[in-house]
């Protein structure tokens, strides 16, 4: 089946002003996709790591990107296709809680 990585990006202030009932009943669909087999987490602190041509290994604490909102968390799900893929997330919390999700296509590299 194929697998799909998934980032969440959502910040306290959306997360607040979303209906009890509406952020409840996310976190319920959430327990629900790690009860069938979902890996997911929150975000952690990130570091970058370059090593230009194989010589030296660099880090850098933070985000290599920017965006809007934080990213909150990922996850690795399996779905038939996009579709159900997103049918999934539509009803996470950051997707629900005035964020975004993205859903990225998890490719076999050879």
């Known amino acids: 089946m194929p697998k799909f990585v998934t980032i969440g990006y959502g910040d306290r202030e959306g997360y ?13 669909h959430d327990a629900k996709l790690q009860k069938n087999g979902v890996l ?13 041509d ?14 809007s909102l934080p990213v909150a968390g990922f996850a690795i799900i399996e779905a038939a296709d996009l579709a ?23 490719e076999q590299s050879s």
């Open 16 to 28: 607040d002003r979303t209906p009890v009932a509406v952020r409840d009943a996310a976190h319920a």
């Open 40 to 52: 997911m987490g929150i975000a952690g602190a990130p570091v970058q790591i370059r090593n230009p």
């Open 54 to 67: 194989a010589a030296q290994v660099e880090t850098a604490n933070g985000p290599f990107m920017t965006s």
């Open 84 to 106: 159900e893929a997103i049918e999934m997330v539509s009803r996470t919390p950051c997707a629900v809680a005035h964020g975004v999700v993205e859903v990225w296509p998890l």
